[in-house]
């Protein structure tokens, strides 16, 4: 269904042509209803227009080359209004004299659409079973990616490839995460789609950057809690902190998945498709049956509007608002949230190994990094300026000199 439209013409303004789509023969047409002219309908006969006797109009199927043609046939005839293909809307530079610029627009469209991610793609995607969130990131990268280049995506050369990743990178100013997404998502294509030889060499990876996760303190948790706007709200964040899952394993839980018995919250399909399971507090569990007695869920552990699956952008604002209520300044996010979980059981001396597996780490060197940030080592050591001023003697010498 074409969907974009304008007028075009720069002849006798009072030949007037109306387009319109309508449903005739079980498919979508294009209707040109004009006052009768015997020039005009010699040009729709011309073009191989059909007459409908129930619309009362000539037509032609409504394909994504029908306007191009239809334009190019009444140019300096006659006036053509396709604000009605356009939902009433007339576009920027669609008449008069810059019609051929509106039409340069079209066309240019028209070329965008065949430019669209392959099937196959996609297909391959769902058949090696990624998340529907890793098929949506990656169809939107290869997209944009595709469009950046005016010709089939098997013509692109390798050093092409390279140009358009120097060109994301300076003009766009990515993080190393999306960058590396790019390059996923471009290899995937060549590697896995097409088969092709797979080449380290032929896209450079960037240098990842090591940067130090955000952790918030247990009287910053404490507080968020307490300021959150409903019990609702105050079990979501409980529950990201308490189990230290991410959020989109907390809109996926469903009631079954916590198992009170064993004091477990099943995560079914985390990361990398994989299950396992984590801390249920005794306080989140008692926190749970007064949820599920007052909010009454089906399904879900967490519903939204209608029952429905709660959202993750809901989460965040969840999170978000409770920061804000509680008057703390430091960006606290789901994430966060997540971090401060594995961070503080490190600080109580949890082995590494526990806390991996209870957060879905396939490599204990992720796990590692809140080691980092863990106060558990650093208040063993003494800052040498605390020394200094410990020192008796030396303090009693420096003060003798003056």
């Known amino acids: 269904m074409i969907r974009f439209g304008f007028m075009f013409g720069e002849g006798e303004h009072n030949r007037n042509i109306l387009l319109k789509s309508f449903e005739h023969k079980g498919a979508s047409q294009i209707g040109l209803f004009f006052t009768y002219d015997s020039d005009l309908i010699a040009i729709c006969k011309k073009i191989l227009c059909k007459w409908s006797q129930s619309h009362t109009c000539w037509y032609l199927p409504n394909k994504p ?8 046939a009444f140019k300096a005839k006659a006036w053509v209004d396709a604000s009605a293909l356009y939902g009433g809307k007339q576009p920027k530079n669609a008449a008069g004299k810059k019609g051929h610029i509106a039409l340069k627009a079209y066309t240019d469209r028209i070329e965008t659409k065949k430019r ?24 939107s990268l290869f997209k944009k990616f595709i469009h950046h280049f005016d010709k089939a995506p098997e013509s692109i050369t390798e050093q092409e490839i390279k140009d358009y990743l120097l060109h994301v990178v300076e003009k766009r100013k990515l993080s190393y995460s999306t960058q590396n997404q790019i390059i ?15 080449k380290k060499y032929w896209i450079d990876r960037p240098r990842k950057t090591f940067k130090l996760p955000t952790v918030a303190s247990e009287e910053e948790i404490v507080s968020m809690v307490v300021a959150a706007v409903n019990f609702k709200h105050k079990c979501i964040i409980s529950m990201l ?6 959020r989109s394993e907390l809109v996926n839980l469903r009631i079954a998945d916590i198992d009170a018995d064993r004091k477990q919250v099943i995560v079914r399909s985390g990361k990398g498709n994989r299950d396992r399971v984590t801390l249920l507090s005794d306080r989140m569990l008692i926190a749970l049956l007064k949820y599920m007695q007052e909010y009454k869920p089906h399904y879900w552990l967490f519903e939204g509007v209608g029952r429905k699956q709660y959202s993750g952008s809901s989460v965040g604002k969840v ?15 789901p994430h966060v949230l997540r971090h401060s979980f594995a961070t503080h059981l490190m600080e109580q001396g949890t082995d590494t190994r526990y806390i991996q597996k209870l957060l879905g780490h396939k490599s204990l060197n992720t796990t590692a990094i809140y080691a980092h940030v863990s106060r558990k080592n650093l208040q063993k050591i003494k800052s040498p300026l605390d020394r200094i001023f410990e020192d008796k003697t030396l303090i009693s010498k ?5």
Do not use: H, M
């Open 241 to 246: 902190y308490s189990a230290g899952i991410r």
């Open 65 to 72: 080359d029908t306007l191009k043609k239809i334009f190019i």
């Open 116 to 139: 669209q991610v392959p099937s196959a793609y996609i297909d391959l995607l769902k058949t090696r079973r990624y998340s529907p969130a890793t098929i949506n990131t990656y169809s």
């Open 398 to 402: 420096n003060l003798k000199q003056r």
């Open 319 to 333: 999170v978000k608002d409770a920061c804000r209520r509680a008057g703390i300044r430091k960006n606290i996010t």
């Open 184 to 198: 996923n998502a471009i290899k995937f294509y060549y590697e896995q789609v097409l088969g092709l030889e797979k």
